[in-house]
Antibody, heavy 117, light 110 residues
Framework: EVQLVESGGHLVQPGGSLRLSCAGS????????MNWVRQAPGKGLEWVAN????????HYADSVKGRFAISRDNAKDSLYLQMNSLRVEDTAIYFC??????????WGQGTLVTVSS | DVGMTQSPLSLPVTLGQPASISCRSS???????????LHWLQQRPGQSPRRLIY???NRDSGVPERFSGSGSGTDFTLKISRVEAEDVGVYYC???????FGQGTRLEIK
């Protein structure tokens, strides 16, 4: 079964840091570009960051540029999101998702990040 | 940036009746290789998104045949031939080249 499982979300104070993880299984993780997408409470979907299949390129939404860093470890079939200088407006469910353009396009179940004092 | 506009944003439908959602992009989504990376996602209440349709009209594995996608260039449509109770949720179009989402269309049973 093709699967993505996120972890690492929890309550953090403004200005704090958090590292999210996403473990892939059931597909050749190393062949797929990977993304983080977030959803604030009651809102729509917002793309956050992307990393190419081999880690050679990374792209970020303007709202997180300079604060978040995406990375991957293909030997562990894992994707990461290092989040620094967190703001209240970063509160959201964070999903990992593979490149949607080809035959498979899995999404994880999400992990909740709450930024609050 | 490519803008994605969905309509309607709210869609009340009677069980067994058809439903249609429109997605319009601010520029052509035809990629340099001839592919069109326009996809449709479904998010049921309390669940994560799942892809229903990829590259305009290809149904994902396990997606019922009542779901179909069509369109080209800048105008795309998701159709449900006969709405069932399990179809309640929010539907998003996605430009897979630029990772731009539509605002979402909330489908509910009338």
């Amino acid at each position: 079964e093709v699967q993505l499982v996120e972890s690492g979300g929890h309550l953090v104070q403004p200005g704090g840091s958090l590292r999210l993880s996403c473990a892939g299984s059931g597909f050749t993780f190393s062949r797929h570009d990977m993304n983080w997408v977030r959803q604030a409470p009651g809102k729509g979907l917002e793309w956050v960051a992307n990393v190419k299949y081999d880690g050679s390129e990374k792209h970020y939404a303007d709202s997180v540029k300079g604060r978040f860093a995406i990375s991957r470890d293909n030997a562990k079939d894992s994707l990461y999101l290092q989040m620094n200088s967190l703001r209240v407006e970063d509160t959201a469910i964070y999903f990992c998702a593979s490149d949607q353009n080809w035959d498979i396009g899995p999404w994880g179940q999400g992990t909740l990040v709450t930024v609050s004092s | 940036d490519v803008g994605m506009t969905q309509s309607p944003l709210s869609l009340p439908v009677t069980l067994g009746q058809p439903a249609s959602i429109s997605c319009r992009s601010s520029q052509s989504l035809v990629y340099s290789d001839g592919n069109t990376f326009l996809h449709w996602l479904q998010q049921r209440p309390g669940q994560s998104p799942r892809r229903l349709i990829y590259r305009v009209s290809n149904r994902d594995s396990g997606v019922p045949e009542r779901f179909s996608g069509s369109g080209s260039g800048t105008d795309f449509t998701l159709k449900i031939s006969r709405v069932e109770a399990e179809d309640v949720g929010v539907y998003y179009c996605l430009d897979g080249s630029h990772w731009q989402f539509g605002q979402g269309t909330r489908l509910e049973i009338k």
